[in-house]
């Protein structure tokens, strides 16, 4: 069975500061990987997307994140952070169309940016 | 935006009595998820359809039943609601391939 892990629940930095936040998924078969971000009140959005290839993304404002497949973990990345960033973070996995299309979801970690 | 509306966006319902959340779409996708969101715990998949007809449990399916006549809709049932399950819910959608989902607005249920 899939499941998705982010070992943060609430970070707290101040602005200018870097961000890593992790996440590691249990899955056996080939993965499609994400983040997501939820603003206060707001849907999900995507911030970027893993399916193949160069195993280090980069998304929207900054973000990127590094797919390492030995250590089933995608983590999450900013060099510097704004206040704009405090937002909930959500890693999630999707299994391929071929097995079933579940998309399963972390915990969230829950960003504060100090301006 | 992805054309994904959720109805209704607020409900304030009883306890014991049964109640419905429609996810509607436009975009002909085949996946439809629905999430209830609550904190600390993140997003958790209640059920989900993989085409019409076709549905598949979550990790929380107890307590709600799911449906999928047409392409464009995906029903929530709570077949009888408890207060344990007032929380906001989410529906998504996602087309085949390498794609990613796009989530509804969400629907706030109170159970009183």
């Known amino acids: 069975a899939q499941s998705v892990s982010q070992h943060n629940h609430h970070v707290i930095l101040s602005e200018a500061a870097s961000l890593e936040l992790g996440c590691n998924y249990s899955y056996g078969g080939t993965v499609n990987l994400f983040w997501y971000v939820q603003y206060p009140g707001q849907h999900l959005q995507l911030l970027l997307k893993y399916f193949s290839g160069d195993p280090l993304v980069k998304g929207i404002k900054g973000f990127e994140a590094e797919f390492i497949k030995s250590k089933f973990s995608f983590n999450l990345r900013k060099p510097s952070v704004q206040w704009s960033d405090t937002a909930e973070y959500f890693c999630?996995?999707?299994?391929?169309?071929?097995?079933?299309?579940?998309?399963?979801f972390g915990q969230g970690t829950e960003l504060s940016v100090k301006p | 935006d992805a054309g994904i509306t959720q109805s209704p966006r607020h409900k304030v319902t009883e306890t014991g009595t049964p109640v419905t959340l429609r996810c509607h779409q436009t975009?002909?996708?085949?996946?439809m998820y629905w999430y209830r969101q609550d904190p600390g715990h993140g997003l958790r998949l209640i059920h989900y359809?993989?085409?019409?007809?076709?549905?598949d449990k979550g990790e929380v399916s107890d307590g709600y039943s799911v449906s999928r006549s047409k392409t464009e809709d995906f029903l929530l049932t709570l077949e009888s609601a408890t207060s344990s399950q007032t929380s906001v819910y989410f529906c998504a959608i996602r087309g085949t391939g390498d794609v990613e989902a796009f989530f509804g607005q969400g629907t706030r249920l109170t159970v009183v």
């Open positions: 975009e002909n996708h085949r996946y």
């Open positions: 359809s993989y085409g019409v007809k076709d549905t």
């Open positions: 999630a996995v999707n299994a391929g169309d071929n097995q079933g299309g579940k998309l399963i």
